[in-house]
């Protein structure tokens, strides 16, 4: 065989020898850009100003501004979103390799400046996600860089689109072996043609991968689906329902507020169980650690601001969480904070949640339900005292109407109550109750009993943790007595829960209790 024809024999062994690695590589870059962007584009609730907001290090103060301007929000978001699909495509597709992994490289420096590892806050322990300098955004920039340094020899479209023609029976030369595929300008050889377009595939499965996450129906759904009667919706479970997000241009309008003391709160206040990691399962053992995997702090900053932005001023949560809220407020937000004191020593719990911020404290149900049977109503007197004495409103709660029942007998007159009330007509309130499965055993008792008291009542679990529809638990916690209701909520559930709330409110609401906020 002559020296020319060995060596076109050993071209298409060279050119997948060494153009298939930079494919691949830049194939697989290019399916985490497309994805990123895809899911941000169709989550029109999503927003860059929490991620801005969370930003550590030498220019957090201009990404800071930057989270807080609402004109220049709506920019980041979509150089984001756009930015992230017309990369993903052109390195999935190989088109305009060069200009994409360059844009990709600045748009990873950005990710990395803007939160960079070695400022970043440490948390107890080890944990995915937590980098001293090197994270996932630095890796992958070099990983471009190297797709920019080599672009030619990661054969795609654009490749064969660009591709000129050349004398039929040329021949390349065995140097010419060393130069990159793309260099040579002839005709293409069948392996070249397929792997050019080695991309179009991964585009394809992409698209059926995001369906099959995102579009298509579980079985689970479809049987709990099953067991609802038909048109009741407060049977059926709140998870059900096609995923669809909603946006802050689909808001209604912005909750009205009501008063309790000198503070004005939200007549839906953000339940803070889900962002500390305290989840009501039932057998589901492992939702508390991926709901705190879920709430990062980007994400809860993102999930306070929507919160914000839909009329939301306040949420609840426990002392834990006060540092969370705290560096909340320094990067601009101005939610403001119920505590429910809860901690191992009531009085240090409650010192410590005012002196970070609290607006208003109470004494925790559970802890509350506990003191009452072992018969301490000197402590709790000596809680309210305390929270008074710091100069803002203080509460008892009670998941057992025995609680409250046996405080009003005491004579405890706390500035707010909070009590439990749901419906139990969903279906795993059908099972043994005390199973982390049911929050208000008698709710027509509760609501007639809590009709005579005088000071305001903020119902929680009020959709029994997720078993009811919000439609049908927060106008049963309305039209029962409730002057607020205080929701946990996803960040992808708000404008929707705050739009049915605001139609509840707006609605004929029948209520036999004087609202007392």
């Known amino acids: 065989m002559s020296q020319p024809n060995a060596a076109l024999n050993a ?3 060279a050119f997948l020898r060494r153009e298939l690695p930079f494919a691949l590589l830049r194939i697989a870059i290019g399916w985490h850009f497309l994805y990123e962007g895809w899911t941000k584009l169709v989550y029109s609730g999503w927003s860059s100003s929490g991620y801005l907001k969370s930003s550590t290090g030498p220019l957090a103060s201009l990404f800071h501004w930057l989270g807080s301007n609402d004109a220049a929000v709506r920019v980041v978001d979509q150089l984001n979103i756009w930015g992230l699909i017309l990369i993903g495509l052109g390195l999935i597709l190989g088109v305009l390799i060069r200009p994409a992994a360059l844009f990709g490289i600045a748009l990873l420096t950005f990710y990395y400046v803007t939160y960079p590892p070695l400022f970043a806050p440490i948390g107890s322990g080890v944990s995915e996600g937590q980098y001293l300098i090197v994270n996932k955004n630095l890796v992958e920039l070099f990983a471009l860089a190297v797709v920019v340094a080599y672009p030619a020899a990661s054969a795609g479209l654009g490749a064969l689109v660009t591709r000129r023609g050349r004398r039929e029976g040329a021949t390349a ?30 585009v394809g499965g992409l698209v059926l991968a995001v369906l099959k996450k995102h579009g298509w129906k579980s079985f689970e759904e479809i049987q709990l689906r099953a067991r609802a009667h038909p048109g009741d919706v407060a049977t059926a479970s709140a998870t059900v329902r096609t995923f669809q997000f909603s946006s802050l241009g689909d808001l209604k309008g912005r909750l009205p507020h009501g008063r309790i003391g000198n503070v004005a709160l939200s007549r839906m206040i953000l339940g803070g169980n889900l962002i500390g990691g305290w989840a009501h399962a039932r057998d589901l053992i492992y939702v508390s650690k991926l709901i705190k995997a879920y709430h990062r702090r980007g994400k809860v900053f993102e999930t306070l601001d929507l919160a914000e932005s839909c009329g939301i001023n306040t949420i609840l949560t426990n002392p834990a969480l006060c540092d969370v809220i705290n560096d909340y407020w320094r990067c601009g937000g101005k939610i403001q904070f119920i505590s429910d004191s809860g901690g191992e020593e009531l009085l240090e719990s409650i010192q410590e949640s005012v002196d970070r911020g609290a607006c208003a404290c109470y004494i925790h149900g559970g802890v509350a339900d506990r003191l009452v049977q072992e018969r301490q109503f ?13 100069g803002v409103p203080g509460g008892i709660g009670g998941h057992k109407l025995d609680t409250i029942k046996a405080c009003v007998e005491k004579g405890l007159r706390p500035d707010f109550w909070m009590k439990t009330l749901h419906r139990v007509d969903y279906w795993s309130a059908q099972l043994q109750p005390q199973k982390d499965n049911i929050w208000c055993e008698d709710p027509v008792t509760t609501a007639t009993y809590m009709r005579d008291l005088r000071a305001p009542w903020i119902a929680y ?32 559930q708000i404008v929707d829960d705050v739009n049915i709330a605001l139609d509840v409110l707006n609605g004929a609401l029948v209520r036999q209790r004087a609202w007392r906020a």
């Open 378 to 390: 000197d402590l709790i007197a000596k809680g309210i005292e305390l929270i008074r004495k710091n």
């Open 11 to 13: 071209a298409p062994r």
């Open 173 to 202: 030369s065995p140097g010419a072996l060393d130069k990159p595929v793309a260099a040579f300008r002839g005709p293409v050889s069948r392996r070249a043609f397929f792997t050019s377009l080695a991309g179009v595939p991964f």
């Open 461 to 492: 679990k009020v959709l029994a943790a997720g078993a009811i529809e919000p439609k049908a638990g927060f106008k049963h916690a309305f039209e029962n007595g409730a002057d607020f209701i205080c929701v946990g909520m996803y960040d992808f």
